[in-house]
T-cell receptor, first 112, second 112 residues
């Protein structure tokens, strides 16, 4: 079955710098890759997603890139702000399957 | 428009007790999900309901049962709680396959 690995588990960056979180997946049939943000004590919320027919997607300061050959995808956050501090989760699923397989999460800390 | 509402928010059970977690959504979504979240492990799918009238096992279904009562409601039952079921449980709904999932606020369950 699908397996998703996420790195790093903790990432500390200076406010204003960029942050990159990487995920790898095992099943080449996976074709949907969402990223969720979970603030402390809150529910996960979708911040961006990408499908396998697209190599990159941007939404303001957030971007996701997908390398299908290498089976990895990354979240890029530019000009980080204090409100970006949270745990970020990647996930992957196959088009015919309702089961999202999640990474273990990355705790992003923005240092003032 | 409340989104996804789950109850209770907190619960302490003794080993062997049973309980039902309730979830309701008002977004007219077809698909609903139950996840558990454990430290350092991301979210794991317990059961899902792709559409009203259907339910299927996820990654970790053992010890749980579900009921899709109608399009709005999807409940999770623990028949005989075990300490290993101590976790935070999230209900979620989505419009369909590989679309944004909206989460409830979570239930923190402790089994002693």
């Amino acid at each position: 079955g699908e397996n998703v690995e996420q790195h790093p588990s903790t990432l500390s960056v200076q406010e204003g710098d960029s942050a990159v979180i990487k995920c790898t997946y095992s099943d080449s049939a996976s074709n949907y890759f969402p990223w969720y943000k979970q603030e402390l004590g809150k529910r996960p919320q979708l911040i961006i997603d990408i499908r396998s027919n697209v190599g990159e997607k941007k939404d303001q300061r957030i971007a996701v890139t997908l390398n299908k050959t290498a089976k990895h995808f990354s979240l890029h956050i530019t000009e980080t702000q204090p409100e970006d501090s949270a745990v970020y989760f990647c996930a992957a699923s196959i088009n015919s399957n309702y089961q999202l397989i999640w990474g273990a999460g990355t705790k992003l800390i923005i240092k003032p | 428009n409340a989104g996804v509402t789950q109850t209770p928010k907190f619960q302490v059970l003794k080993t062997g007790q049973s309980m039902t977690l309730q979830c309701a959504q008002d977004m007219n979504h077809n698909s609903m999900y139950w996840y558990r979240q454990d430290p350092g492990m991301g979210l794991r799918l317990i059961y899902y309901s792709a559409s009203e009238g259907t339910t299927d096992k996820g990654e970790v279904p053992n010890g749980y049962n579900v009921s899709r009562l109608n399009k709005r409601e999807f409940s999770l039952r623990l028949e005989s709680a075990a300490p290993s079921q101590t976790s935070v449980y999230f209900c979620a709904s989505s419009g369909g396959l590989n679309t944004e999932a909206f989460f409830g606020q979570g239930t923190r369950l402790t089994v002693v």
